[in-house]
């Protein structure tokens, strides 16, 4: 039996020497982006994504271990547990095989199998299962039993077939055998339910809809799911069949015969035996089988989503900042207003109004001048548009901002305000603008999610942010996790500024939890900024393990040392002294010096500690000392005249942003209210296997209108402009609507058997043949089977 270890090794291929030291670092505490940046060696330069892998692998399998334990005690407590079934348990890698194994000495209710044990039934089971030449009737004459309430030899041949489907029911082999073959076979039908289609309308395309399991992708999983739980949807799991004759015995029938050595032979028990194997599959079986496929597919999909969730978070946390520059913010509104807020180059608010340009009182040219004397007066030079309801009558008000006085040279960027009133709500919001009404905090959010989109979606729960797909039908525990260490990755790999982050940022930090981040603050609003990363040994509850973990994440622009500006760590301070000795120059001279620094070669610094990897980031975080991984800052246009989507064209050339993508493809805000839908298939001439390959939220595309369907609100969209507008995206048309909502308002294979040979011939030859468990003759005449 491999080691949790040894199996993660060969899942990741690495060495088992580097999953031991990774998880010995993981159970000491260590963060990923710790050990991903500052523990190469010790790790064999494992990356972020293999230590994420590993951490959740073992997670699983520590779970797997300690379910193992419990299974193997309670087994062995019953006083039935063996070498072979011991090995089995033991050798079990996954929580499925581990509980077909437990099933036959699980603890449960009194069943009626178990009732005709008791009557001493179990005998005559044995008897018919081993000896087919039996007359049935016959040989049950022998157990009646009036006494035990076995009254007659057909209810004595009741009681033996409730104790054989039993059998059948708890076999694991089998088991695993029925579910893979159904897997490979079997489809997800599903229709409207009476009286359903008009008020489930955005799911019509599901109405009247089959497709093999195979075959589905988890968003049209989800989909389905979606529609049975708001009663809109019937769904049916329908197994393949080849025949509905009478007598007829399926593929799965035929597996479960094989299995227990069962084939119509003529003998005088084989047909009753043949009944009971019908019995099993129709009456226990298959609704077992086909509940643990509706449990796979929803498990694929909720893995699936949780991972385009999580992409999308990351490129969403990842995207441009505008920089250090003072911004206004525009949270647009019609009957309340708009709300305003200005932030300086630091985020700080220095001035907040309320104006009424749109409907009901139209103060168009009294809003500009405000928003102009706003401008002028704290010299902004970004505008920052949020993207809920007013939001193109607001950009137009900007836009004429703009062109008004170009003096103020102003830059007008639309922005998402996704999560805006739960960030306003918040406890944190309270804290940080006291005394601002509620409204206006998310006009400041808007502003500071343009300077630093990092900074400021890490106030607010990722879950309220709205990249994903059906993220309210996801378990929240793993959705949580997954999202939790995205945004971990993404704060670590950026860094953070010691001396002006908020608290949420300050939390995400390696080795900082919430309340070390407020000692901080705390420390900081006593003290003054700090002025090197020794200084942070004085906060309270930061000891030397968390100062290890945090200490390399955490910059000083500006302070008394210029390392503690960049990414090297304090604890290879040492390696940098000898590089500055080897120069014979100056830190100062060093750091950003490309010329110098290429000309060193890593393997002269190297020694007991740092090796090779540890000294080439060394070299780099010198050549460019707190680079940003993020990209460049860029802006979208969108259309003039273009404001909702009774505006749009097929045909029209358009600008916009990508705002969330999914596995059939990407969604594109182009200005009104709508996002419409790049199919994959349209995403590019050449092939697109997953869209997040081709664009990411925050993406300015270019694209073309295909189709708008105003009825249900949906835009079709191309990014392939030699489409003609006739022609849609091949492709199923997605159900988009139970995802995607309008802008905010407001604020194995198929098994192939034992080798066995099918006993006789006819329909139970047949069903095996369909089951994968035909003989060696026949698989060379039909190699397909």
């Known amino acids: ?147 035990k309430d076995v009254a007659t030899p057909e209810a004595a041949l009741e009681g033996a077939r409730t104790i054989l489907v039993e059998r059948f029911a708890e076999n ?40 093999p399991l195979t075959k589905l992708p988890s968003h049209r999983i989800l989909a389905l799911f979606r529609g049975e739980k708001e009663e809109i949807l019937d769904l049916r799991m329908e197994e393949d069949k080849d025949s509905t004759e009478p007598g007829y015995i399926s593929a799965y029938e035929g597996r479960i015969a094989i299995t227990f050595g069962i084939a119509d032979k003529g003998r005088t028990g084989d ?39 999580a992409g999308n978070l990351r490129d969403l946390l990842l995207a441009a900042p505008a920089g250090a520059r003072p911004t206004l913010g525009l949270d647009p509104g019609f009957r309340t207003g708009v709300k305003v807020a200005v932030v300086d180059a630091t985020g700080k608010v220095v001035a907040t109004d309320t104006i009424y340009p749109h409907e009901p009182k139209r103060q168009w040219d009294e809003s500009i001048s405000v928003l102009a004397r706003l401008c002028r007066v704290h010299k902004v030079e970004l505008v920052a548009i949020g993207n809920g309801t007013a939001s193109r009558e607001t950009d137009k008000l900007a836009g004429e901002l703009v062109s008004k006085h170009p003096d103020l040279k102003l830059t007008k960027i639309m922005v998402s305000e996704a999560g805006a009133s739960v960030y306003s709500a918040s406890a944190f919001a309270s804290q940080e603008l006291p005394g601002l009404d509620v409204s206006l905090r998310g006009a400041v959010s808007i502003a500071r999610r343009l ?87 004085k906060v309270m509850g930061l000891g030397p393990k968390t100062f290890e973990q945090a200490a390399g994440f955490l910059r000083i622009p500006g302070g008394d040392d210029p390392l503690d500006s960049s990414g090297v760590h304090p604890e290879a301070y040492p390696v940098v002294r000898r590089i500055l000795e080897a120069t014979k120059s100056d ?41 940003d991984p993020r990209p460049e800052f860029k802006t979208a246009t969108f259309m003039e005249g273009v404001e909702k989507i009774d505006d749009l064209k097929p045909g029209m050339m358009l600008e916009g942003v990508v705002t969330n993508v999914a596995a059939f493809g990407a969604f594109v805000d182009v200005g009104v209210h709508q996002d419409g839908l790049v199919h994959i298939s349209a995403l590019s001439d050449t092939f697109v296997k997953d869209p997040r390959a081709v664009v990411k939220p925050g993406d300015i595309v270019r694209v073309k209108v295909l189709e708008v369907d105003k009825a249900r609100k949906r835009i079709s ?69």
Request: hydrophobic content about 35%; charged content about 30%; glycine content about 6%.
């Open 587 to 627: 830190i100062k001279v060093v750091i950003g010096n490309g010329s110098i620094l290429k000309s060193l070669k890593p393997e002269k610094f190297t020694d007991e500690k740092f090796g090779v990897p540890t000294v080439k980031d060394i070299l780099s975080e010198l050549e460019k000392p707190g680079r």
């Open 451 to 537: 300077q630093d989109p990092l900074a400021e979606l890490v106030k607010i729960d990722p879950k309220s942010i709205g990249v994903g797909q059906y993220q309210h039908d996801l378990a929240e525990h793993k959705l949580s996790r997954s999202l939790d260490a995205v945004v971990e990755d993404c704060v670590n790999a950026v860094g953070v500024d010691l001396n002006t982050a908020s608290t949420p940022l300050l939390s995400r930090v390696s080795g900082l939890g919430d309340w070390v981040a407020q000692n901080i603050v705390t420390h900081r609003d006593a003290n003054g900024p700090f002025k090197t990363r020794k200084d942070l040994n």
């Open 1 to 147: 039996m491999l080691s949790i270890g040894q199996r993660i090794a060969s899942e990741l291929n690495v060495q088992e020497w580097q999953v031991k030291a990774a998880v010995d670092l993981l159970d000491g505490g260590a963060t990923v982006p710790f050990i991903a940046r500052y523990r190469k060696e010790v790790t064999g330069t494992l990356d972020d994504a293999q230590l994420r892998t590993l951490e959740e692998r073992l997670r699983y399998l520590r779970e797997l271990e300690d379910r193992r334990k419990t299974v193997l005690d309670s087994v062995r407590e019953q006083g039935k547990l063996t070498d072979e079934l011991a090995l089995q348990i033991n050798t079990a890698d996954t929580k499925a095989r581990l509980e077909d194994l437990y099933l036959p000495y699980k603890p449960k209710r009194r069943t009626k199998a178990q009732i005709a044990k008791e009557a001493g039934l179990e005998p005559l089971a044995d008897l018919l299962l081993g000896e087919p030449i039996r007359d049935p009737k016959e040989a049950a004459a022998a157990f009646v039993n009036a006494e």
């Open 172 to 211: 694991a082999e089998l088991l695993g055998a029925l579910r893979e073959s159904y897997w490979q076979r079997g489809s997800l039908k599903s229709s409207v339910r009476d009286g359903k289609k008009t008020d489930g309308a955005k799911f019509s395309d599901y109405f009247d809809f089959s497709e």
């Open 271 to 309: 047909r009753w035996l043949l009944d009971t194997v019908r019995w099993a599959w129709r009456t226990k079986l298959r609704f077992s089988t086909e509940l643990d496929m509706k449990m796979r597919l929803w498990q694929q999909a909720e893995d699936d989503a949780v991972k385009v969730f």
């Open 717 to 785: 969209l191309t990014m392939r402009m030699s489409d003609p507008v006739e022609k849609k995206p091949a492709g199923r048309e997605e159900n988009r609507a139970a995802f995607q909502k309008p802008r905010p308002q407001g604020n194995e294979k198929r098994p192939s058997g034992q080798g066995a040979q099918a006993a006789g011939g006819g329909a139970l030859a047949d069903a095996l043949r369909r089951a994968g468990v035909a003989n060696a003759s026949e698989r060379d005449k039909n190699p397909r089977r």
